[in-house]
């Protein structure tokens, strides 16, 4: 479920007609919690400076972990 929410949601990233709608529903629950961290917040951006170097890696390997438990 989490290859096919984080692959969806990339998706939606290329369409910014989507991308609003989602950033003003209650669907985006995690997007919209990162948008409310103030630029002074320095633990929390630097938080999700480390989450989004990891993503893209981690993705790349979740068809990997996949398999080998399935």
Known sequence: MLAVSVKNRFAWSQHPGIEQWLAQSRLDSF????????PTDRDKLAVLQRYRGAVMPAMAKLPQLLASVG
């Open 31 to 38: 997007f919209a919690s990162v948008r409310r961290v103030q």
